[in-house]
């Protein structure tokens, strides 16, 4: 979907339905290109949305999916879920996901939620990110009734900071309230003008502890700050 227009590229219609949306495609491209000295490359595919993404993904070897969110929430969520909640957890490449209202500009505050296990792949993104934009990478843990997190987030988060550390890159750390990672990632976020989380899909990017916790109600349809989903590294 393109954040401009809030337009599917997948299809499932006639032939003067495919032509009519081959030239808003057309159309689009060249705008974009034009504004913004990019190159575009416009199609379209028959099928459900997630299937065709992620079989574009894998056939022309793509590094990164963009995607407008609709906001589904509540009931809305609970039957019928979203595309771009479907695409974060099944691509095989990160996913940049935000509202399609959302004005976006420079990165200078980016969350970096921590768990307990070790996040190499989301952790060279940020390191990146970082390094490209010069932001502060905002390391976010639950904060446990004893206020200090548990000793193995303690240690990850201790070992990241010192490669930010080597690398110069400004940070803080925090353990944040809330009922569960995802909770607090909200909340920081909008508390401290967050401009981008990061998150693996799995449990820090799924909502838990409300209504949608059995659904699998996802971070993205809940927050107008832009999210970049990544997969874990493979074991």
Known sequence: MTPETGMALSLQSNNDQEMLLSEKII??????????K???????????????????????????????TAKTTGFMEFIFGSDAQRIT?????????????TLTGSVQKIIFPVEDFYPENKLQYAIELAQLFNAEIHLICLSEKSSSPVYNTYSIITHIVEIFKEKKIRYKAKAAKGKNIT????????IESIDL???NPG???KLTGRFIE?????IVNHTSVPVLTIKKKEN
């Open 197 to 199: 989380i990061l998150v």
């Open 89 to 101: 957890s099944r691509a095989t490449c990160p996913v940049l996901t935000m509202d399609a209202h």
């Open 183 to 190: 909770e607090a990632i909200l909340q920081y976020a909008e």
């Open 27 to 36: 159309e689009l491209g060249n705008s974009i290109s034009k504004n913004y």
């Open 38 to 68: 990019i190159k575009i490359a416009g199609e379209v595919l028959p099928g459900a949305m997630v299937q065709v993404v992620n079989g574009y993904v894998s056939s022309h070897n793509i590094d990164l999916i963009v995607m407008a």
């Open 214 to 218: 059995t659904t699998g109600g996802s």
């Open 203 to 205: 449990e820090e990017s």
